[in-house]
Structure formats: structure tokens, C-alpha cells
């Protein structure tokens, strides 16, 4: 189900599966945030999400995070409990780390490198 509900995310169309453009053609609002539409009489609800709580809005609560989390480990949002990892230093210093990164990151897409970048201080 999350991955039909993100097939327009992954095209493009919109950026999130509960996107107000999408709404008629989706069953992710009706299941996210219970908005009812012409369509949403013809859904049935599959039978883990009935699982995710005893009411419509503890199932909405657990079916918002499941997207949330789907975004991220898809990687269509940074993941919220990350940061951006600032360094504090020398102007000359923050720039070289930054470099470094960037450099480990570029090798690390690759596939070429599994190394923690060095502490060069």
C-alpha cells in the first residue's frame, strides 16, 4: 500500500502521497486523515491497517508515521532525527572538514569506500 500510495511521489506529480492535488485519485488521505470523497465508498480497508489502533484516529496517527517513515528510509525526506553535523573552528579548518565530507560522501555513493572520514586537526 505505501509504495502504491508513493507512486506519484516517485513520478514526480506531487511531493507527499497525501498531496491536496491527489486527493481524488488516492486512498492515502482517506487513510491518513480520514477525508471522505466520491471514491472513498469503493475503498476497503485492508485488514493490517484496521491493526494499526482501535479507532479511525489512532490508525491515522500510526498510518501518517508509517509515510513519514517511508519518506525517509526512501530518501524523498531527511531523516528528522539526524542533523546537519556543523562544525565549530577555524574558518581555514570548518572548510577542509566540509571538504572531507564531501569527498567521503562522493566515495561512499560510489561504493568505492567504507571509511569514516579522518580527523585531520
Known amino acids: 500500500m505505501l509504495y502504491?500510495?508513493?507512486?506519484?511521489?516517485?513520478?514526480?506529480?506531487?511531493?507527499?502521497?497525501?498531496?491536496?492535488?491527489?486527493?481524488?485519485?488516492?486512498?492515502?488521505?482517506?487513510?491518513?486523515?480520514?477525508?471522505?470523497?466520491?471514491?472513498?465508498?469503493?475503498?476497503?480497508?485492508?485488514g493490517w491497517y484496521l491493526k494499526l489502533g482501535k479507532n479511525p484516529e489512532q490508525r491515522q496517527r500510526k498510518y501518517r508515521q508509517m509515510l513519514d517513515r517511508f519518506m525517509v528510509d526512501e530518501g524523498f525526506k531527511p531523516d528528522p532525527k539526524k542533523t546537519k553535523g556543523h562544525f565549530i573552528g577555524g574558518d581555514l579548518w570548518v572548510?577542509?572538514?566540509?571538504?572531507?565530507?564531501?569527498?567521503?560522501?562522493?566515495?561512499?555513493?560510489?561504493?568505492?569506500?567504507?571509511d569514516e572520514p579522518s580527523d585531520t586537526s
Open 4 to 46: 502504491d500510495h508513493f507512486n506519484p511521489v516517485r513520478a514526480h506529480l506531487i511531493p507527499h502521497p497525501t498531496h491536496l492535488k491527489w486527493k481524488l485519485f488516492s486512498s492515502a488521505r482517506y487513510m491518513a486523515y480520514g477525508e471522505e470523497n466520491e471514491f472513498t465508498c469503493m475503498v476497503t480497508l485492508p
Open 95 to 114: 572548510e577542509a572538514m566540509r571538504n572531507q565530507v564531501r569527498e567521503w560522501l562522493r566515495q561512499k555513493k560510489k561504493g568505492s569506500s567504507d
